[in-house]
C-alpha cells in the first residue's frame, strides 16, 4: 500500500487508524518493510516515525523515485536495460533466432 501524506500528523492518524482496522480484520502492518520518503521540504527524523526506515529512494510500482538523478536513472533504465541484454545473449548462446513484434 502506498500513500501520500501531508504532515506527520497524518502519519500518526494513518497509523492509528491502521492498528484499529487490524484489530477487527486481523491484518497487521509489517513495520519492518515500512518505508519512508519524504516529498518537498518536510523534514523527517527517526524519533517521530516510530522507527520505520527513512529512505533516500522509495520504489512504487516498479518505478524508483528519489532526488539523485544518477541513481534514480540506473535504478529505472540502466538496470533494466542490462537484464534485457542478458536475455538477449542469453538466446544468442543457445543460437536461437528472435523475432520481436509489437502489435497496437
Known sequence: MT???RDKESYTS???TLESFG???GLRVNHEKTEIFALGSNNLEDKDLNDHKICETIKILGVYFGYDGKQRNDLNYQQTLKSIKKSIHMWKWRNS???LIKVD
Open 23 to 25: 484489530s477487527c480484520s
Open 3 to 5: 500513500c501520500f501524506l
Open 14 to 16: 494513518l497509523f492509528a
Open 97 to 99: 533466432s528472435q523475432i
